[in-house]
């Protein structure tokens, strides 16, 4: 149809009016659009195949994350920097303040589409998810602080039954059930072989647990009802974070410890601090895309391979005490993680039912039986 809304015109004395509805490219905004032409760092993954679409952006989550976590460790490695933990997130939300500012100025839509209370309240989350995570490696491996960061579907479930009153069916509840012993199984040996454990580490994780758990609806919720961007998202939560913890950090007087040490080792501070968060960031785009391009179960069972990855890495590259509980606490939380994305895309992870075994085994034997004979 060639004309907009409204009046097309008049033949003799009947009045014709055509209604036309715009094209998709005509009422999208420029975030929608970019469905179509999805680009990641420069790449438009739209030019590729699904399996090429796949493989970069498990190469990306994979590359980038696993430098990300290096850059953690190694960070917190250094002699003296363990009580600095709430100075490395004001330093990453800068960081990510620039890059989300940079990111949004190459957009075709600069307006903040999301209320400002709104970035308030995304904030103090977000606040509460990096800074609590970081300042826990003072005080825990860096594995059982990856292995808590698996588990988030505890502090959802206990929200929403205490909250909002749901009912999970026996696949969460296992699920739930496996990561809990799994969790326990693994600080238990934690407490054991590290010389540097502390229960206060496991009491920030866990508080920053349940911020991320909070955090992933309020900002889903907030996109979907204002239709904002990643990069919108990205500058305002993390600059008015970055505006908090400067506050907390004056108001306890740990500022100007933490400058002092940092000026001390510029490039093994700032200089890894802003290839931490470089990393970060790109890691995420990738984890983004993988998300629109193949849905959330695909994105958890490579983000879950990542994790699992990261863990053999620390034990490689930094030297710490091993035990075999590490390992069963792992396995245990890891079934746990698949009963819950089972649980979520039955329909996707259909399992053959017994009978249809015993049918396939009796067409086995007898195809084998067959063949002998001949």
Request: contains cysteine; hydrophobic residues 45%; positive net charge.
């Amino acid at each position: 149809m060639s004309g907009k809304y409204g009046l097309v015109g008049y033949n003799g004395s009947r009045k014709h009016i055509s209604i036309s509805i715009p094209s998709s490219t005509e009422v999208m905004s420029p975030h929608i659009k970019s469905l179509e032409e999805l680009r990641v760092l420069g790449i438009n993954l739209s030019s590729f195949n699904a399996l090429t679409q796949f493989f970069i952006c498990v190469a990306g989550v994979f590359l980038f994350y696993l430098i990300y976590g290096y850059l953690q460790e190694l960070i917190f490695s250094m002699d003296g920097f363990r009580p600095f933990g709430w100075y490395l997130t004001l330093v990453q939300f800068g960081f990510y303040s620039v890059f989300g500012l940079v990111e949004l100025q190459l957009t075709q839509d600069k307006r903040r589409r999301i209320p400002g209370k709104t970035y308030m309240i995304i904030a103090f989350l977000t606040v509460g998810t990096m800074g609590l995570s970081n300042t826990s490696l003072g005080y825990l491996n860096y594995p059982t602080q990856v292995i808590f960061k698996c588990c988030k579907l505890i502090p959802v479930m206990i929200g929403g039954v205490f909250i909002q009153g749901k009912r999970y069916n026996l696949a969460d509840v296992s699920a739930a059930l496996c990561m809990s012993f799994g969790l326990i199984w693994f600080t238990l040996a934690d407490s054991k072989v590290a010389p540097n454990f502390n229960v206060t580490g496991v009491l920030l994780i866990s508080m920053a647990l349940c911020a991320d758990a909070a955090i992933g609806n309020v900002q889903e919720k907030a996109m979907k009802l204002h239709n904002g961007s990643n990069s919108e998202m990205v500058l305002y939560s993390y600059s008015i974070g970055f505006v908090y913890i400067l506050a907390g950090l004056l108001c306890v007087g740990g500022l100007g410890p933490a400058v002092a040490f940092c000026s001390e080792h510029p490039i093994k501070t700032y200089g890894y601090a802003f290839l931490f968060s470089l990393t970060g960031y790109f890691g995420i785009s990738f984890v983004l895309a993988l998300i629109k391009l193949f849905g959330a179960l695909v994105a958890v069972t490579v983000t879950t391979g990542r994790k699992a990855m990261t863990i053999v890495l620390s034990f490689m590259f930094f030297s710490k005490p091993f035990t075999f509980q590490y390992i069963w606490g792992g396995l245990l939380v890891l079934f746990g993680i698949f009963l819950n994305v089972y649980s979520k895309n039955r329909d996707k992870m259909k399992f053959p039912a017994i009978k249809d075994l015993k049918s396939w085994l009796r067409v086995r034997k007898k195809v084998r039986f067959r063949s002998q004979n001949v």
